[in-house]
C-alpha cells in the first residue's frame, strides 16, 4: 500500500508519497517520471510520514532546514540506490557534476549512467539531485525542470526570495495544475 498527500510548494504543488518503511515519493506537478499507477494508492492526510516531510519541505523552503531527516524508501535499482545515497552527501549549496557524482558512487566513468539514475530520483528535493550540474558548471535536466532547478540552487545560494512564484510552460508565474491524483 502506498499513502499520498499534495503539498503546496512555494514552486508548485507537489504529490508525496510514502509506504510504511517511509517517503517513496516527491514530485511537482507535471513533471518527467510523475506516477500514473495508482490502484494501490490511498490519500492519507494525517500519515505521520507525509505529515513530516511537509514539515521539513516547508522548513527548507523558508531557509531554516539544510538537512531531511524523514525516513526514506525509494524503489530503485541497487544502482540508483547508490548514486542517490551520493547524491544526499551533496551539502546544501553545494554542487557536483555527473561525473563527480559517478565517482562518489563507486562507478567513475560512468557519468552518463549516474546521470540517468539522477533523472529517475523519486524524491527530489529531499534526495537532493538539483545539485547535480553538468562537467562545465552548467544546469542540465531536472525532471522538475529547468526553472525549478534554478530556482532551488537559487534559494541555497540566497540569491532568489525564498517564495517565488510557480513556474508554468512559459515560466510565467501562474499556479500549476493539480497533478492526475493517483486514485
Same mark, same amino acid.
Given at each position: 500500500? /502506498?499513502y499520498?498527500?499534495?503539498?503546496?510548494?512555494?514552486?508548485?504543488q507537489? %504529490?508525496?508519497s510514502a509506504?510504511?518503511?517511509? %517517503?517513496?515519493?516527491?514530485?511537482f506537478?507535471?513533471?518527467?517520471?510523475?506516477?500514473?499507477? $495508482?490502484?494501490?494508492?490511498?490519500?492519507?492526510?494525517?500519515?505521520?510520514?507525509?505529515?513530516?516531510?511537509?514539515?521539513?519541505?516547508?522548513?527548507? #523552503?523558508? $531557509?531554516t532546514?539544510? /538537512? #531531511?531527516?524523514?525516513?526514506?524508501? @525509494?524503489a530503485?535499482?541497487?544502482?540508483?540506490?547508490?548514486?542517490?545515497?551520493?547524491?544526499?552527501?551533496?551539502?546544501?549549496?553545494?554542487t557536483?557534476?555527473? $561525473?563527480?557524482?559517478? /565517482?562518489?558512487?563507486g562507478a567513475?566513468?560512468?557519468?552518463?549512467?549516474?546521470?540517468a539514475?539522477?533523472?529517475r530520483?523519486p524524491?527530489?528535493?529531499?534526495? @537532493?539531485?538539483?545539485r547535480?550540474v $553538468?562537467?562545465d558548471?552548467?544546469?542540465?535536466?531536472?525532471?522538475?525542470?529547468?526553472e525549478?532547478? /534554478?530556482?532551488l540552487l537559487?534559494?541555497?545560494?540566497?540569491?532568489?526570495?525564498?517564495?517565488?512564484?510557480?513556474?508554468?510552460?512559459t515560466g510565467a508565474?501562474?499556479?500549476s495544475?493539480?497533478?492526475? %491524483? @493517483?486514485?
Amino acid at each position: 500500500m /502506498r499513502y499520498y498527500d499534495l503539498y503546496e510548494s512555494p514552486h508548485g504543488q507537489m %504529490l508525496l508519497s510514502a509506504t510504511e518503511a517511509g %517517503l517513496a515519493g516527491v514530485y511537482f506537478s507535471g513533471q518527467k517520471y510523475f506516477p500514473q499507477d $495508482g490502484s494501490e494508492w490511498r490519500r492519507d492526510e494525517g500519515n505521520a510520514l507525509l505529515q513530516q516531510a511537509k514539515r521539513e519541505l516547508e522548513e527548507y #523552503f523558508a $531557509g531554516t532546514r539544510k /538537512r #531531511f531527516e524523514v525516513a526514506l524508501d @525509494p524503489a530503485g535499482t541497487p544502482f540508483q540506490h547508490a548514486v542517490w545515497k551520493a547524491i544526499s552527501g551533496v551539502g546544501y549549496g553545494e554542487t557536483i557534476s555527473y $561525473g563527480e557524482l559517478a /565517482r562518489r558512487a563507486g562507478a567513475a566513468g560512468r557519468a552518463r549512467a549516474a546521470g540517468a539514475a539522477t533523472g529517475r530520483n523519486p524524491i527530489g528535493i529531499i534526495v @537532493p539531485c538539483h545539485r547535480i550540474v $553538468g562537467a562545465d558548471g552548467s544546469l542540465t535536466g531536472y525532471a522538475g525542470g529547468l526553472e525549478r532547478k /534554478r530556482a532551488l540552487l537559487a534559494l541555497e545560494a540566497g540569491e532568489l526570495p525564498l517564495y517565488s512564484a510557480a513556474p508554468t510552460a512559459t515560466g510565467a508565474g501562474r499556479a500549476s495544475r493539480a497533478p492526475r %491524483l @493517483p486514485c
